[in-house]
């Protein structure tokens, strides 16, 4: 009986070691992100946010929400609302849970620099964000 109680604690610490690991590195890497529009009408700022993951997968969580990828005509749309406003390379678009615009499209730029293009509903461009860099 010992046996299988050891085994038990042993694997729920090992359960609560991975999570607490998890939560821990999930905080050291998120930081809040800002957007001011211009004069023009256009949108640009700087964010900081989560160190990016494999760019082929949906980004993170914020409020139980979980950002996925876009498929099929929406995501032709968005890549094309965001292509029009900053040229490059995207890498990908999705649901976006951390503004008001429903999408995003985050574009690699010749420079090697990121951003995050947010688009509206009306698949207009609603603010670029600038990314952290990666070391």
């Known amino acids: 009986m010992s046996t ?7 694997a729920a610490a090992i359960g609560a070691a991975a999570l607490g690991g998890g939560a821990i590195a999930n905080a050291a890497t998120s930081s809040s ?3 001011s529009p211009s004069a023009s009408g256009s949108s640009s700022a700087t964010a900081t946010g989560p160190a990016q993951r494999d760019p082929s997968k949906g980004s993170h969580t914020l409020n139980g929400k979980t950002e996925t990828l876009l498929t099929g005509d929406t995501a032709a749309k968005v890549k094309a609302a965001a292509l029009a406003k900053v040229s ?4 990908r678009v999705e649901t976006n849970v951390d503004s008001s615009a429903p999408y995003e499209a985050h574009i690699k730029k010749a420079d090697g620099t990121e951003v995050e293009v947010q688009v509206s509903s009306g698949l207009t461009v609603a603010a670029v964000n600038t990314m952290p860099a990666h070391p």
Do not use: A, F, H, M
């Not at 109680?5 to 042993?10: A, E, H, I, V």
């Not at 490059?88 to 890498?91: F, I, L, Q």
């Open 88 to 91: 490059g390379t995207v890498e």
């Open 4 to 10: 299988l109680r050891t085994k038990l604690t042993t």
């Open 33 to 35: 992100s800002t957007t």
